[in-house]
């Protein structure tokens, strides 16, 4: 027999929110985090951190932000957020469990190895993201390298910089805010800040109101007019010339979901330096791809992560090759099917189904991050998972009575 119908994998933002989904559909489910506190990156991330998506579309279901956190409410509020919400939730959050690996039987279940034992379930939630799973660029000499080289992941606390001479390699809105914040303290009053392809930067307030106002208002039109609005309001950008800094190429994702002034700022006031992507280290510091030379004592490597559940999933998968999600339009609950370590999704009974292609009862939540915003997509990608799984579970009942 399963130890319940369902196992969800991780305790953030995507694994609590299939948590509610499920207990609102009355499905037996368990919840486990390998940490011993809840979401885990939520309460380890760099001080200056506020979130890149509205209130708007950000809240959980049933509690809304404080009025006074504005807008865009700060990774600590919303880690506060978050623990009350659970709290006020119950859920049942077993922590201290680490998953070794996911497999199927052979008998129409899951198997799942943990630290605390072996267990098989009717339906897996793999909901543990990619924030614990960093990319480091291969750079020639690295290993050379005397001074420090830290992920995004792993930038705690301004001290870790304090007086140093800083690079931030990749200008993402990680790597956008860290240069900005490392200015103020680095040594030399500045921090460098490596861009590869180029910035696209766009104002937190297009024509004086957040994007995500202006989807709400689109939500209102007609589809064309919709799209239509969206062209025009997503269209606007900052001048980046000005700034000795270079546009990204159209359609390549280079162009950062950061919006607001700060690096602009940031820049005006000499606390930011661009400079060219590093191509090799030496102890003393980095040789960039225009030939020139610096001496560092920190870098800080913001570029990117992949999915955590290759390191557990002992199955054959089917993965996208896309390197960046293209916008989506209107249709902003229908991310398209996979980005770069993602794997593809069955999508033939529903625009936005949540079960891995060619397995039954393995389903995604947390996977699409723009639209409307990472935290309004775990929420709707949830609620249709928790819909799926509800028709799984109906289909083999009635299969289980016909035998």
């Excluded at 189904?353 to 409307?372: A, D, I, M, P």
Aim: net charge neutral; glycine share 10%; charged share 20%.
């Amino acid at each position: 027999m399963p130890a319940a119908d369902v196992l969800i994998i991780g305790a953030g933002p995507a694994g609590i929110n299939a948590a509610y989904a499920l207990k609102k559909a009355g499905i037996e489910y368990r919840i486990i985090e390998r940490t011993q506190q809840l979401a885990p990156t939520w309460n380890s991330l760099y001080p200056s951190l506020r979130l890149n998506t509205s209130r708007f579309f950000s809240e959980l279901p049933g509690r809304r932000f404080p009025l006074h956190w504005g807008i865009h409410p700060t990774a600590k509020q919303y880690y506060r957020y978050l623990v009350d919400w659970v709290g006020e939730q119950q859920l049942p959050i077993e922590h201290g469990i680490e998953v070794y690996r996911v497999a199927p039987s052979g008998n129409g279940l899951w198997q799942v190895e943990t630290s605390a034992g072996t267990d098989c379930y009717r339906a897996v939630i793999p909901a543990t993201g990619v924030f614990d799973n960093p990319q480091l660029p291969q750079i020639a000499g690295m290993d050379r390298f005397e001074g420090d080289i830290l992920h995004s992941r792993d930038f705690r606390h301004p001290d870790q910089i304090r007086d140093k001479r800083t690079l931030v390699v990749g200008n993402g809105p990680s790597g956008t805010d860290i240069a900005v914040a490392a200015g103020q303290i680095a040594a030399g009053g500045f921090a460098w800040l490596s861009i590869r392809s180029g910035v696209d930067l766009r104002p937190r307030y297009p024509y004086g109101l957040p994007r995500h106002a202006w989807m709400m208002l689109g939500e209102t039109l007609p589809k064309h007019a919709c799209e239509w609005l969206q062209r025009v309001t997503g269209a606007v950008k900052y001048n980046m010339g000005d700034f000795g800094v270079w546009q990204a190429p159209p359609n390549t994702g280079a162009g950062t979901g950061y919006r607001g002034p700060e690096l602009l700022n940031a820049l005006r006031q000499g606390q930011v330096l661009p400079v060219r992507h590093p191509v090799s280290f030496d102890a003393r510091g980095v040789a960039l791809a225009d030939g020139s030379t610096i001496e560092v004592d920190v870098v800080i490597m913001a570029t990117g992560f992949l999915p955590v559940l290759h390191q557990y999933l002992d199955i054959d998968i089917q993965s996208s090759n896309e390197m960046f999600y293209p916008e989506a339009g209107c249709d902003w609950d229908i991310g398209p099917n996979g980005i770069r370590g993602w794997p593809l999704r069955d999508v033939s009974e529903h625009p936005n189904g949540r079960q891995v292609l060619g397995h039954e009862g393995l389903y995604l939540v947390g996977v699409f991050y723009k639209g409307r915003g990472a935290f309004y997509n775990m929420t709707a990608e949830a609620r249709i998972a928790a819909e799926q799984i509800q028709t799984q579970l109906a289909r083999r009942r009635v299969v289980a009575m016909a035998a």
